[in-house]
């Protein structure tokens, strides 16, 4: 009896684990698009770059160190927030004000979050 409990205790886990992982990537995906139609310039290494440039440089960078990210918030810290070579912020600006892409991204998912708890309570 207590074998099986364990085997059931051991499955809610990894559906748990698989559930988390799903809504990371949900996010994460959300987060790259949300830059790409954002239509906002992104200022990386003294070079300004489009929205959809600076959506695919965040995505082969988030490919690159994937095995890093657990949560969005790793996303943003490791793929979206500065140069890895350079260590320079990256910044956003959009109808005029400029900040720095990690607080920009992080206000964004705070607000996806918000707007999406029904939601993912209801799946």
């Given at each position: 009896m207590?074998?099986?409990?364990?085997?059931?205790?051991?499955?809610?886990?990894?559906v748990?684990?698989?559930?988390?992982?799903?809504?990371t990537?949900?996010?994460?995906?959300?987060?790259?698009?949300?830059?790409?139609?954002?239509?906002?310039?992104?200022?990386?290494?003294?070079?300004?770059?489009?929205?959809?440039?600076?959506?695919?440089h965040?995505?082969?960078?988030?490919?690159?160190?994937?095995?890093?990210?657990?949560?969005?918030?790793?996303?943003?810290?490791?793929?979206?927030?500065?140069?890895?070579?350079?260590?320079?912020?990256?910044?956003?600006?959009?109808?005029?004000?400029?900040?720095?892409?990690?607080?920009?991204?992080n206000?964004?998912l705070?607000?996806?979050?918000?707007?999406?708890?029904?939601?993912?309570?209801?799946?």
């Open positions: 207590q074998e099986i409990a364990s085997y059931m205790i051991a499955a809610l886990l990894l748990s684990a698989s559930a988390i992982l799903a809504e990537q949900s996010e994460i995906q959300y987060l790259l698009q949300y830059v790409e139609n954002s239509g906002c310039e992104f200022e990386r290494n003294g070079s300004v770059y489009t929205s959809g440039e600076a959506r695919s965040m995505e082969r960078k988030y490919n690159y160190v994937r095995s890093r990210v657990a949560v969005t918030e790793d996303f943003i810290r490791y793929a979206a927030t500065e140069s890895s070579m350079s260590g320079s912020k990256y910044h956003v600006t959009c109808d005029g004000k400029r900040q720095t892409s990690a607080e920009w991204l206000n964004e705070a607000r996806y979050r918000t707007n999406n708890a029904g939601a993912t309570r209801l799946n």
